[in-house]
């Protein structure tokens, strides 16, 4: 029973059907049909040294407008497998579907539950198909494993409903912040678009230390999103934070949002953090799409996760490390307040050091150094003090 796979196998196997028949072709050798091993009727992947886990949910029972979101993931993998590896190091496993269960809850469960044993042997699942409400079933995982976490949401919205509203695709947010033990150190959303939002979710969001950019934010300055998803231990990306025009797959879908490109950035930043250990697509619906355009654009986004991934640093300072460059820069704020950067030599990337009660929680310590830009470097020198470092501060005092 010390082998891992000896005691992974047969915890989810029991949740997961195999992907159709139907859906696999013949493949080139470097496709990625050819290179990932795939749960058929014959074969469950064997874990054994695996990275990567594709991870099907045909769930969209609580998808609002968007039900047949349940039908995307053989979809996606039709144009997935059909790409080519970018490593001939990297093992991928395609752990097949979770089906609807009697009810969603049910789902949910299946779900948390392989999320927990895939995180536990570091194994990053690439959830696929479905509603964003499963993002809370994706959090619980982490309820799972005793782990509090930043979630990075990629949204038009906030998702946070009413009060005491049931679990959607529209609420899930909401259910996340209110669910108890609450395991939720940070939120950030990328991408939210005013005119859909209502100011009072807004005002919440800031009275909760919560971080939150506009689409308009990003679109000359796309490299500032690298250290927000950079610090995330989970992501949830809505098809629809997408423009129309470049992903017409989702039943609430807009004319404005990210680019294709864009959202394909915005991946691959996720692939680069050695952080992130979880990452989800939701929203896609066959019924909207055209030609099958968004369900390759999204096969092109996990292939560009994919692409992040192998290129990984393995520099992220869970303590402050000897090679790396350290500048302190003192800001007047009222009273003074140290900021301690550090830069990574090997990737360029910067940090910043919050100060940390003793008195406080430990299951908060590995937050307190915080991903950030040089651009927040140059804005301390000016004597300004950047918002991440503040909330951040804020949550820990």
């Known amino acids: 029973m010390l082998d891992s796979e000896v005691y992974i196998q047969p915890d989810i196997q029991i949740y997961l059907q195999p992907v159709p028949a139907d859906v696999i072709d013949s493949y080139q050798s470097s496709q990625l049909g050819a290179c990932i091993d795939i749960h058929t009727e014959k074969n469950f992947p064997d874990l054994t040294n695996t990275k990567l886990a594709i991870v099907g949910v045909c769930e969209g029972r609580k998808s609002v407008g968007n039900e047949n979101s349940a039908h995307a993931p053989n979809k996606i993998r039709e144009y997935l497998f059909k790409l080519f590896k970018n490593s001939n190091h990297l093992k991928i496993a395609d752990l097949g579907n979770v089906e609807q269960g009697f009810e969603v809850k049910d789902t949910y469960y299946a779900l948390s539950k392989i999320v927990t044993e895939l995180v536990k042997k570091n194994i990053i699942p690439i959830i696929i198909g479905g509603g964003q409400d499963l993002t809370y079933a994706n959090y619980t995982a982490y309820q799972n494993l005793e782990q509090t976490v930043n979630l990075v949401s990629i949204d038009p919205l906030f998702d946070m409903g009413m009060i005491d509203q049931p679990i959607d695709s529209n609420s899930y947010l909401g259910s996340i912040i209110l669910h108890q033990p609450n395991y939720l150190f940070n939120y ?3 991408g939210y678009q005013t005119y859909l939002t209502d100011s009072a979710s807004i005002d919440l969001m800031n009275k909760l230390y919560f971080d939150t950019y506009r689409l308009g934010m990003f679109k000359h300055n796309m490299e500032e999103i690298e250290p927000i998803v950079r610090n995330a231990d989970m992501m949830s990306f809505d098809v629809s934070s997408i423009r129309m025009s470049d992903a017409p797959g989702c039943g609430n879908a807009g004319p404005n949002g990210f680019y294709g490109e864009e959202a394909c950035q915005i991946m691959r930043y996720a692939g680069l953090s050695d952080k992130l250990s979880s990452i989800g697509i939701y929203e896609y619906n066959p019924e909207f799409d055209v030609r099958g355009q968004t369900a390759q654009l999204i096969a092109q986004m996990i292939w560009c996760f994919m692409d992040g991934y192998v290129s990984r640093k393995d520099d992220f300072p869970v303590a402050p490390k000897k090679d790396f460059a350290k500048y302190h820069v003192l800001v007047d704020d009222n009273e003074k307040y140290e900021i301690i ?14 100060p940390y009660p003793t008195t406080k929680n430990a299951r908060f310590e590995r937050h307190y150094l915080v991903p950030c830009s040089y651009r927040d470097y140059q804005f301390a020198l000016n004597n300004g ?7 951040t501060f804020q949550k820990l005092s």
């Open 341 to 354: 950067f550090y830069k990574s030599p090997k990737s360029d990337r910067w940090w910043m050091e919050v």
């Open 188 to 190: 950030s959303n990328i």
């Open 385 to 391: 003090m950047p918002d991440r470092w503040w909330q």
